[in-house]
């Protein structure tokens, strides 16, 4: 009880540290993966930053900017490969100028802020102020307005009107004017005068270029993006409204986002792995330890068993051939009684009565003595055929008796073993052949060589034969199958065919019999 516990304890506390590395691992991966997106939206702030500084860039009069002018700059931001889409929108979240594959602003767009993850990319809705807009103590702040895409031969856009007599038109190509006066060829639109704003012009909002080519600053008190003097207060209202910059949606490949998610992901599971391979390994060699230690209480309860059994062997085989002593004054006494004469009919009729118990207990107590005996095999060169011819003669009574056809091929293999306990090993299987087969039955034995070292030997016979269930029984001491066994000579062979090494086993002989079969004996020298 105290080693399943400890067993059961060691395997939850491997399971336990299991869990823990596991937990670590996917603690790590959301850890690693939030770091990603941070960096990814980083970027995507960092994209933003610069998209702004294009976007002041191409201001001009006002806060205006071309829409021509605008959407080439963003779609070298979109050529970079960051980006694939970008949309700047106005209040209402219609797109004012865009770059790149379409975006679905009306689904976009509902998500004022936040992010929107697809399968492949991240849609980031205002993410950070354009700075598209200033606004300094004293001034106006006013939106960036986008001036819509004029066709060729198209008519005269929103916030486009002649100028009264009295306005101030916007500097022509290659200089700012001041003073003079008004040119009779002016600009009659506001988008012509931005079209037609010079390269030269400072991209600070706050000072002009002079005639000269010095930069001249702004009246005090004039507000920096403030209504240009050409276009009514409703016009730029409206211009404010449908064209001012309010927000912006730009569309990022989270391909390099994926990527990293994807190797740490298989990192983790591979440490994972491991550590699964390590835990079950550890857990492997908990339980072969534990099993170890069982064993060895066990093979040491097994040695003293063994020993305490040798001693009682000993005993017994005492007590069996001090035994003899008296059973053999006993059948002589009783072998006295029955040649006597003057003796009644039924004392010497029980007397021999008891001369035939007395020799098979004698016979039984020989059986248990020679089973008793230690094996110890002295090899030597010995002939099958002069073994199995000793044999044989020895059984040539019981042979003659039943009229068994004994059959035995002329010459046999030289092998190696013990001559005595081999013979003793034939002997018993031939007496247990004789003792099976019916009256003018057939016993059979043949050897033949199984390889260029090994032979095999079996007896054969036409007898009952053995059932299935009993082919293992038969070699254990004391079950036998005849009225008349003792049950011990099977056991005797299997003891000194395991003595040399080798192997014995019952087989059925068709069509009827039985054949022990034994395994692995090994050629003599020069044999």
């Not at 007898?463 to 038969?474: K, L, M, N, S, Y």
Request: proline share 6%.
């Amino acid at each position: 009880m105290i080693k399943r516990t400890r067993l059961v304890f060691g395997f939850g506390l491997l399971l336990t540290v299991w869990v823990m590395v596991a937990a670590w691992q996917v603690v790590e991966h959301v850890r690693v993966k939030e770091s990603a997106r941070a960096a990814l939206i980083n970027r995507s702030r960092d994209i933003t930053t610069t998209l702004g500084l294009v976007i002041r860039s191409q201001r001009r009069f006002g806060g205006m900017v071309s829409q021509e002018r605008l959407e080439p700059a963003l779609g070298e931001l979109v050529k970079s490969g960051e980006l694939s889409s970008v949309a700047l929108l106005n209040a209402a979240g219609e797109v004012v100028a865009s770059a790149g594959a379409p975006i679905d602003v009306e689904t976009k767009g509902t998500m004022r802020t936040g992010e929107h993850w697809d399968s492949r990319s991240v849609t980031l809705v205002n993410l950070v102020d354009l700075g598209a807009s200033v606004a300094q103590e004293g001034e106006t702040n006013r939106p960036t307005i986008v001036l819509p895409r004029r066709e060729p031969g198209s008519g005269p856009r929103e916030g486009d009107r002649p100028r009264p007599s009295g306005e101030i038109p916007p500097p022509p190509d290659g200089e700012l004017r001041t003073n003079g006066p008004l040119a009779s060829n002016a600009p009659t639109s506001l988008s012509n005068a931005v079209a037609r704003m010079p390269a030269s012009v400072s991209n600070d909002p706050g000072t002009t270029n002079r005639a000269d080519g010095g930069p001249r600053e702004r009246p005090p008190g004039r507000p920096r993006f403030g209504r240009p003097p050409w276009v009514s207060e409703e016009e730029f209202k409206s211009l404010v409204e449908k064209r001012g910059l309010h927000g912006l949606v730009i569309v990022m490949s989270t391909e390099a986002f994926l990527s990293a998610c994807a190797q740490d992901l298989w990192l983790r599971c591979i440490i994972g792995c491991f550590a699964s391979v390590a835990v079950v390994g550890l857990g492997l060699a908990w339980r072969n330890q534990a099993k170890s230690a069982e064993l060895q209480m066990r093979l040491l309860r097994a040695s003293e068993l063994n020993t305490h059994l040798k001693e009682m062997n000993l005993a017994a085989a005492g007590l069996a051939h001090e035994t003899r002593n008296p059973l053999n004054i006993i059948r002589g006494l009783a072998q006295m009684i029955s040649k006597q004469k003057e003796a009644p009919t039924e004392v010497r009729s029980r007397s021999r009565e008891i001369i035939d118990e007395t020799d098979r207990v004698t016979a039984q107590l020989n059986e248990f003595i020679n089973y008793s005996r230690p094996r110890e095999v002295r090899r030597s060169s010995v002939s099958l055929s002069l073994v199995v011819g000793e044999v044989v003669r020895a059984l040539g009574y019981d042979l003659e008796e039943k009229c068994i056809r004994l059959q035995v091929p002329e010459s046999l293999p030289v092998i190696e073993g013990d001559e005595q306990l081999l013979r003793q090993a034939l002997f018993n299987l031939l007496i247990n052949a004789v003792q099976a087969v019916e009256r003018g039955g057939d016993i059979e034995v043949a050897a033949w060589k199984n390889n260029s070292h090994g032979v095999i030997l079996e007896i054969r016979d036409n007898g009952p034969g053995v059932p299935p269930e009993h082919r293992i029984e038969i070699f254990k001491p004391y079950f036998t199958t005849h009225q008349k066994g003792t049950g011990l000579g099977l056991a005797v062979v299997q003891q000194i065919v395991l003595a040399h090494g080798w192997e014995i086993e019952c087989l059925p002989n068709e069509p009827r019999g039985a054949v022990l079969r034994i395994t692995h004996l090994k050629l003599a020298s020069g044999g």
